[in-house]
């Protein structure tokens, strides 16, 4: 059974950073972010496959967020800079099956293995 654990959500001002965490129990897997605002439909943030060696964001924050994994560790980070406003949202971490996989995917039903989200909140 594939656990996923998130943390390191909060408020932060615009402009600052935050890291996420996401430690994952069981399976090498293929890891996203995802992200819903009050009113909004879950929406992909980025990706990255079971090694690490590759990486894929959505445009929106293309630039300003990098997707790192520890596998020694088993966990995943979200280093967040530049948050606006627009970032407020609960962030997911999400996961599947991982060597061989097609990577990247994008759409949360492609998705096995679910966090139960962390809150991030950016004052303007």
């Known amino acids: 059974q594939v656990q996923l654990v998130e943390s390191g959500g909060g408020l932060v001002q615009a402009g600052g950073s935050l890291r996420l965490s996401c430690a994952a129990s069981?399976?090498?897997?293929?890891m996203g972010w995802f992200r819903q605002a009050p009113g909004k439909e879950r929406e992909f943030v980025a990706a990255?496959?079971?090694?690490?060696?590759?990486?894929y964001y959505a445009n929106s924050v293309k630039g300003r967020f990098t997707f790192a994994r520890d596998n020694a560790k088993n966990t995943v980070y979200l280093q967040m800079n530049g948050l606006n406003p627009d970032d407020t949202a609960v962030y997911y971490c999400?996961?599947?099956?991982?060597?061989?996989?097609?990577?990247?995917?994008?759409?949360?039903?492609?998705?096995?293995?679910w966090g139960q989200g962390t809150q991030v909140a950016v004052s303007s």
């Open positions: 999400a996961a599947y099956a991982g060597i061989g996989a097609y990577f990247p995917k994008v759409r949360g039903y492609e998705y096995e293995y």
């Open positions: 069981g399976r090498t897997l293929n």
């Open positions: 990255i496959n079971w090694s690490g060696s590759s990486t």
